[in-house]
């Protein structure tokens, strides 16, 4: 509770305040305090309305759910995979996984930046094949974001749905196949709700951090794809405007937990409904 308190919710305590207060003459903060930063992040700022912020966070969520989709469709037969190996090629396949989290996140994105530049060999293939126009690589673009996002956050998907996958009742599976139900059916009535609790916590794993990443948009995405972790970046360190960092990082903190709280409910009644 100590910990909590000190590493928790005193900075978040903090945060609010901050968000509360003006920005300074010199920068920071100081009295008075106003709303003025939250209603400025919603678009209503001096000039009149504008979605310009609003669109920030819009898009931070998209890109967020995006990636929380593509890591599910790649989870899945990974951790299936995994899951019908020998034991010994499980431990070599489960340490493959995680083998990228041994680097720095930073080393493994200016790596993509290579692995992704206009004279990369992924580069000249889809060129080649005209999925993509000559002379140009897939970096820097929202591309190559959602490749770095979803490489980098898989691991983070994929083991906690393997140890779902790992868990699963197969007479349920072959019951449902013995009735006459098809792979679909197999899957969406006898596999799906035995792994929804790895899948849940898979999945926000993955969203929560996705949606506020800044370091990946950033470099791979040459600086155009500006996202909340971005924004919030900006206003503490260049605008020196801390009420209005403060502020968006309250209001996404706010749209997560949010999100945290349906999505658990929605499981939890998932769950409740599979022992029923």
């Known amino acids: 509770m100590l910990w909590t308190t000190l590493f ?19 920068g920071w903060f100081s009295p008075p305090f106003t709303l003025y930063s939250y209603l400025r992040f919603l678009g209503f700022g001096l000039l009149g309305f504008d979605l310009l912020y609003p669109m920030v966070i819009v898009r931070s969520i998209v890109l967020g759910a995006a990636t929380t989709l593509l890591c599910v469709l790649a989870a899945f037969p990974l951790a299936f995979f995994i899951s019908g190996l020998p034991s010994r090629r499980k431990h070599l396949a489960l340490t493959l996984v995680v083998i990228p989290l041994w680097t720095n996140m930073m080393i493994r994105t200016y790596a993509w930046q290579i692995l992704l530049g206009p004279q990369s060999g992924l580069s000249r293939l889809l060129v080649a ?131 945290i709280w349906v999505y658990a409910r929605a499981a939890g009644a998932r769950a409740d409904q599979v022992i029923l």
Request: charged share 10%; with cysteine.
């Open 8 to 26: 928790l919710l005193v900075p978040l305590v903090a945060i609010g305040v901050i968000s509360l207060l003006s920005k300074g003459i010199y």
């Open 129 to 259: 094949a005209g999925l993509w126009p000559a002379g140009a690589g897939l970096y820097p673009s929202t591309m190559a974001v959602y490749v770095g996002m979803v490489c980098d956050f898989l691991p983070f998907l994929v083991l906690p749905l393997y140890a779902s996958v790992e868990k699963l009742d197969w007479i349920q599976v072959e019951a449902a196949r013995d009735l006459g139900a098809d792979a679909l059916q197999t899957f969406r009535h006898a596999i799906l709700p035995q792994v929804v609790p790895g899948l849940a916590a898979g999945c926000l794993l993955v969203f929560i951090p996705a949606s506020g990443q800044f370091v990946i948009p950033d470099l791979l995405g040459g600086g155009k794809t500006v996202m909340v972790g971005n924004l919030i970046q900006q206003q503490f360190l260049q605008s020196r405007d801390w009420p209005f960092g403060a502020a968006i990082a309250f209001v996404a903190m706010a749209l997560s937990m949010a999100g």
